[in-house]
């Protein structure tokens, strides 16, 4: 087992627990300086974490790393190099790179909703949105408010979806926040 100093001591993993001098008792009760760490990883995956705090650490901490995308792009590249190493064969998936079967795949034919059941469907939004004409703009305009502000936007969905239908939230939210474009 290795000294524990070296973990209780580290400013990367303890910079903001020791919170008992804060002048407010709330910030006071969140103090952690009596918490043990638990390390579980070890040797090339602890090396890489470590890194990746001290990356995170250079570009502000982790809310500003979040507002930079950096998480999302290290989700990416991730992602991408599983996706290259399974096409390059160097890491093996059954049935997809390793021990293919040799029969051809079945035909699934493609699956149409009815003309019929996509009439009903538009008839039932129409109505929806008719109903609840008076009330989606104020519930838009909340759902807007709230998301701008930073605040509780799952809370506020819960409210919205009652009067407004996904696509009018949809537009919402896509007029508050854009659209995502990956990075890779």
Same mark, same amino acid.
């Given at each position: 087992?290795?000294?524990?100093?070296?973990?209780?001591?580290?400013?990367?993993?303890?910079?903001?627990?020791?919170?008992?001098?804060?002048?407010?008792?709330?910030?006071?009760?969140?103090?952690?300086?009596?918490?043990?760490?638990?390390?579980?990883?070890?040797?090339?995956? @602890? +090396?890489? %974490?470590?890194?990746?705090?001290?990356?995170?650490?250079? &570009?502000?901490? /982790?809310?500003? !790393?979040?507002?930079?995308?950096?998480?999302?792009?290290?989700?990416?590249?991730?992602?991408?190099?599983?996706?290259?190493?399974?096409?390059?064969?160097?890491?093996?998936?059954?049935?997809?790179?390793?021990?293919?079967?040799?029969?051809?795949?079945?035909?699934?034919?493609?699956?149409?909703?009815?003309?019929?059941?996509?009439?009903?469907?538009?008839?039932?939004?129409?109505?929806?949105? @008719? +109903?609840? %004409?008076?009330?989606?703009?104020?519930?838009?305009?909340? &759902?807007?408010? /709230?998301?701008? !502000?930073?605040?509780?936007?799952?809370?506020?969905?819960?409210?919205?979806?009652?009067?407004?239908?996904?696509?009018?939230?949809?537009?919402?939210?896509?007029?508050?926040?854009?659209?995502?474009?990956?990075?890779?």
């Amino acid at each position: 087992m290795g000294n524990i100093n070296n973990y209780t001591n580290n400013p990367l993993i303890h910079k903001n627990r020791r919170r008992t001098s804060n002048d407010s008792a709330w910030v006071r009760q969140f103090d952690c300086t009596d918490m043990k760490p638990l390390i579980i990883c070890r040797g090339p995956i @602890r +090396k890489e %974490a470590i890194d990746v705090f001290r990356e995170m650490d250079s &570009l502000g901490g /982790v809310i500003a !790393a979040m507002e930079q995308r950096y998480q999302r792009s290290k989700i990416q590249e991730a992602g991408h190099r599983i996706e290259s190493q399974i096409y390059s064969g160097e890491r093996p998936v059954i049935g997809l790179n390793k021990y293919i079967s040799a029969e051809p795949m079945p035909s699934v034919p493609l699956a149409r909703t009815p003309p019929r059941k996509q009439r009903l469907q538009v008839e039932r939004l129409q109505a929806f949105k @008719r +109903k609840h %004409a008076r009330r989606a703009p104020e519930a838009l305009q909340r &759902l807007e408010n /709230v998301t701008r !502000a930073g605040g509780n936007v799952f809370g506020e969905l819960v409210h919205t979806v009652e009067v407004c239908s996904l696509g009018q939230i949809t537009a919402c939210l896509t007029g508050v926040v854009g659209k995502f474009r990956p990075m890779v």
